[in-house]
T-cell receptor, first 113, second 114 residues
Framework: QQPVQSPQAVILREGEDAVINCSSSKALYSVHWYRQKHGEAPVFLMILLKGGEQKGHEKISASFNEKKQQSSLYLTASQLSYSGTYFCGTLMNYGGSQGNLIFGKGTKLSVKP | DAGVIQSPRHEVTEMGQEVTLRCKPISGHDYLFWYRQTMMRGLELLIYFNNNVPIDDSGMPEDRFSAKMPNASFSTLKIQPSEPRDSAVYFC????????????FGPGTRLTVL
């Protein structure tokens, strides 16, 4: 089940804040956030694990509500370099086969000067 | 480290031809993933390997697709015969921490099937 991201696109001015949401219809073990610039590969931003553990960049902030099966990525004081498409990937199981990351369709963020 | 290496970066072929995409993971990484990205479907996992063994290939669209990992430093994704609907960007990613850890993506191969 592909997670649903919202909004699909957002346009900001430099310095403005944005929140990108990711929701799943299934219970989640972890949520992963990646950013992809046009014509480039996705780049890791953050992982949020069930139980509260987080791995990621210090300047990136995100939350994971296990009960609501939702995660949000917070982009504050946006810079031009934040432009790109943000993907959340969800992992439902952690077991012998470890499960597979299923990515949402992405949120396109454009930061204007 | 050189990062994940993929070749070719661009491939244009005609329908019915065989296509082979190549990937070299980051040294020491024991998980390797193949993804396909299209505008319509987004980023989809095709198959992943752990210690050169395919763990889950449920994302492989059909029998025309096959993937191998003969050793820890090389993997191939083959499409035979190729069809126009296979046109996409194919990414390879690797990690050392399983699917709960950071995946490092290669630059991708942009495949166009005419």
């Amino acid at each position: 089940q592909q997670p649903v991201q919202s909004p699909q696109a957002v346009i900001l001015r430099e310095g403005e804040d944005a929140v990108i949401n990711c929701s799943s219809s299934k219970a989640l073990y972890s949520v992963h956030w990646y950013r992809q610039k046009h014509g480039e590969a996705p780049v890791f931003l953050m992982i949020l694990l069930k139980g509260g553990e987080q791995k990621g960049h210090e300047k990136i902030s995100a939350s994971f509500n296990e009960k609501k099966q939702q995660s949000s990525l917070y982009l504050t004081a946006s810079q031009l370099s934040y432009s790109g498409t943000y993907f959340c990937g969800t992992l439902m199981n952690y077991g012998g086969s470890q499960g597979n990351l299923i990515f949402g369709k992405g949120t396109k963020l454009s930061v204007k000067p | 480290d050189a990062g994940v290496i993929q070749s070719p970066r661009h491939e244009v072929t005609e329908m019915g031809q065989e296509v082979t995409l190549r990937c070299k993971p980051i040294s020491g990484h024991d998980y390797l993933f193949w993804y396909r990205q299209t505008m319509m479907r987004g980023l989809e996992l095709l198959i992943y390997f752990n210690n050169n063994v395919p763990i889950d290939d449920s994302g492989m669209p059909e029998d025309r697709f096959s993937a191998k990992m003969p050793n820890a430093s090389f993997s191939t994704l083959k499409i035979q015969p190729s069809e126009p609907r296979d046109s996409a960007v194919y990414f390879c990613a690797s990690t050392s921490g399983g699917t709960t850890d950071t995946q490092y993506f290669g630059p991708g191969t942009r495949l166009t099937v005419l």
